[in-house]
């Protein structure tokens, strides 16, 4: 997880969020390289900066 280190209780909340997402649409899950191949998610470390910023209230 992304903000494990940082934000240990925002991580388990944002990953309880998603399995419970997944469990109800599994067909929407996808590997993480399928996610980059597809250009949702180009770059960790902005993503994490953009995670981040918003978990702060910027």
């Given amino acids: 997880m992304l903000l494990r280190s940082t934000f240990p209780d925002e991580a388990a909340r944002l990953n309880r969020l998603s399995e419970a997402y997944f469990r109800m649409r599994p067909d929407e899950r996808l590997a993480a390289e399928e996610v980059i ?3 949702w998610l180009f770059s960790l470390p902005r993503t994490r900066q953009i995670l981040t910023s918003e978990l ?3």
Avoid: H, I, K, V
Wanted: charge should be positive; glycine fraction near 34%; avoid cysteine.
């Fill in 37 to 39: 191949r597809r250009g």
């Fill in 56 to 58: 702060q209230g910027r």
